[in-house]
């Protein structure tokens, strides 16, 4: 029902930036945004799937992991959202994932098994 697609990553030097963005659509005349809870999740290898950034809701409720809370920021517009990476460090060479769920109030936003719908991930390689 819902598709998301990444895009964005890439191979960086250590301090620098990238910006991922997730397309996201859905089936029905009624889709929005609005309905889930959309979250960037990222996998390095050998690793468990860390939550990063979630934001959620006709509020945009924003909730984010404290590793990366001071470095990467979520946004969202009509049709899909954004992770915009700052400062990047060898250690957040990973999988990207977009990830969501239908969005009630209350939800387990840090807990990567909660999310329903995921997009097929884009590489981010930091190193020089």
């Known amino acids: 029902q819902l598709q998301l697609v990444e895009s964005g990553g890439g191979l960086v030097q250590p301090g620098g930036s990238l910006r991922l963005s997730c397309a996201v659509s859905?089936?029905?005349?009624?889709?929005?945004?609005?309905?889930?809870?959309i979250a960037w999740i990222r996998q390095a290898p050998g690793k468990e799937r860390e939550v990063l950034k979630c934001?959620?809701?006709?509020?945009?409720i924003i909730h984010s992991a404290d590793s990366v809370a001071g470095r990467f920021s979520i946004s969202r517009d009509k049709s899909a959202v954004h992770l915009q990476m700052n400062n990047l460090k060898p250690e957040d060479t990973a999988v990207y994932y977009c990830?969501?769920?239908?969005?009630?109030?209350?939800?387990?936003?840090?807990?990567?098994?909660?999310?329903?719908?995921w997009g097929q991930g884009t590489q981010v390689t930091v190193s020089s």
């Open positions: 990830a969501a769920r239908e969005y009630t109030g209350a939800f387990y936003w840090a807990d990567y098994l909660w999310y329903r719908y």
């Open positions: 859905g089936s029905g005349s009624d889709f929005s945004l609005e309905s889930y809870s």
């Open positions: 934001i959620s809701g006709r509020a945009l």
